[in-house]
């Protein structure tokens, strides 16, 4: 079984991706996490990716899929596993086609429809620590006292890409740049959409019992 999630920022794709894996037993594939690792341990890869994301710019398709093909080569992944942040456009998914012809197992491509109105709420609500980076919510896991860090006492600020003029706007890219990748993904009927909208658990048990369902 592998599951790629999609869905715009704030809709919740990393929580989902990690209680899935644990309740299915298969790795979690986060883009992000790869790319970190990568250059933590210095491959060849990482440092031409390091290159790029150093000035901030997007690292290229060949970089990203190279990686990935190198991690699903492990054994660890022979039973499935779950994609958050891969493929983030229609050249990417292809690749992954083709790759995917190789193995064995159904592909479920998961979207995460979840409301503008939801989405601002909580990415706007979150406040992280400008002393030891602690992060926190402000209606789902406030701190104890007002603007003070649990941890340490330190100031906690909102970060620039958390301001709802941002969110917007990130929320406006994110649609004109999947649209194509959804399109394609529902033309080969491998698409299903759930509505993100919901607490984190109801989500995560609709996700569950559509891949039961349809496995049997």
């Known amino acids: 079984m592998i599951i790629i999630l999609l869905g715009p920022p704030g809709a919740g794709k990393g929580t989902q991706a990690k209680d899935l894996a644990q309740r299915l037993k ?49 054994a660890d992944f022979k039973n499935g596993f779950i994609l958050d942040g891969y493929p983030r456009n229609l050249a990417q998914a292809k ?24 989405i601002i709420q909580r990415l706007s609500g979150r406040r992280i620590c400008s002393a030891c980076g602690a992060n926190y919510h402000l209606k789902n896991m406030p701190p104890k006292r007002d603007m003070l860090c649990d941890k340490c006492d330190g100031e906690l600020i909102q970060r620039t890409d958390d301001r709802e003029e941002t ?18 993904y529902e033309r ?16 995560l048990n609709k996700i569950i019992n559509l891949v039961s369902a349809e496995d049997k």
């Open 188 to 203: 080969q009927k491998k698409l299903y959409r759930i509505s993100g909208n919901d607490e984190a658990e109801i989500v």
């Open 167 to 184: 969110i917007k706007n990130r929320l406006a890219v994110y649609l004109k740049s999947t649209a194509s990748l959804i399109d394609y």
């Open 26 to 74: 298969v790795p979690h594939l986060s883009t992000g996490d790869l790319l970190r690792q990568n250059v933590k341990e210095n491959t060849q890869l990482g440092k031409l990716a390091k290159q790029f994301m150093e000035k901030g710019d997007l690292v290229p398709d060949n970089l990203v899929t190279g990686m990935f093909v190198e991690q699903i080569k492990s």
């Open 95 to 118: 690749t992954l086609d083709e790759i995917l012809k190789q193995r064995k197992g159904r592909l479920y491509v998961i979207y995460l429809d979840t409301c503008e109105a939801i």
